[in-house]
């Protein structure tokens, strides 16, 4: 009965006769339709030996446009944020600007002025570009962008730590989503970690008993995804910077989020700024690009001129650097900070500073249109977070819609499987979906999903 069986499912020639697959044909190759005809007749061969019976040929047709289609579609997809997390390092962090975007675009499609010089005609320098205006908003002498936060530390310890021995508090060897961690980004560097302090303590004499002649730099690391409460003690940037100073060694900063705007302003704990602590004594200042700043992924590098300047001659600063595409998006970005226009333009911030009364409007229209979808669909009061690793255990508080649904597993991952995705949060019972992180160009697929969704499950 099974040969039977084996024998029913058709060749691959004739598969590929369909006129539907013929189509699929035209315009996607003949090489991905035999290929997935071939691993269709494969995963039917298997099914047969399983005990089931042969598919008939309208199935295998339609499984194999399923597969098609799936083969085709981009693994990397736009999805709709309406966790109430504005900075989620698993979706992407920020999200860029219009103008962000425009200039992506400018710089996507054309050549561009990466490495020239417009006026003399001669080879200019990457690092031109955003600097200059990295500079001028941080009032640092000199800055240097590359791919990311951990690659500006771990370039920083590289250049000026190999060999040599790091002292930085216990209170801060933090591990940031994503994987860093700051023992083994010291490890990597070559750099020996000599910690002091307790997980609570730390003083200005415990960083000077740990001092050797073989001590190279004192490193801060802001603990910027957790908050230890209680008796706590922590070495402040001045003091830091001071004692540094006094045996000749440098002062390094890891601010982390790179808030250049003051979060205290917006309702939420003060977040260090890389101005601050460039004005506390600190050598260097590293932070994030597409945190609070509200750019493009991005490590961007602050401080002493004749540093920044080892830094760029150091081989692997040529690893680590940055593309034109990124340079042109945090051009754009920082562009704003400088017209006093970021709360307003830059999404992150908007997000943060979105008054509660116009939440409270969208997600009573969304409420509506749910109703009217046959959803028991109610307006709560909810938390927002920033998130990605900035203000640990700070929220903001918004209006969201509960969703009181059969089971809001099955929900949630309906929503997961809508096109394009929408990711919300189970609270109470309830699916919460939060307007403060849906962008507004987003807000029709996610009416549409959710309604979807309903019928779905
Ligand atoms: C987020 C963070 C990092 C890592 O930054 P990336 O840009 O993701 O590489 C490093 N240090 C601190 C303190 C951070 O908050």
Redesign the pocket.
Known sequence: MSSDAFRALPAVDELARHPLLRAYENNVGRALVLDAIRAQLDAARAAIRAGQPAPTSAQLVDALIERIERALRPTLTRVVNATGVILHTNLGRAPLSADALQALDDAAASYANLEYALDTGQRGSRYEHAEELVKKLTGAEAALIVN????A?LLILRAFAAGREVIVSRGQL?E?G?G?RVPDVLRESGATMVEVGTTNRTRRADFENALTPNTALLLR??P??FRVVGFTQEVSPEEMAALAHQHQLLAVD????GALLDTAAYGLAPEPTPQASLRAGADLVTF????LLGGP?A?ILVGKQTLVTRLKKHPLTRALRVDKLTLAALHATLLHYLKGEAPQKIPVWQMISAPLETLNQRAEAWRAAWRAAGLDARVVDARSTVGG??LPGETLPTRAVALYVPSPDAFVRALRANEPPIIARIENDAVLCDPRTVLPHDETALLEGVARAAHLV
Do not use: E
């Open positions: 990311n936060n951990a690659a530390v933090v940031i994503g860093f690391v802001h910027s995804n890891d601010v982390g989020s994030s690009g597409d945190k992924q490590g690793g900035s």
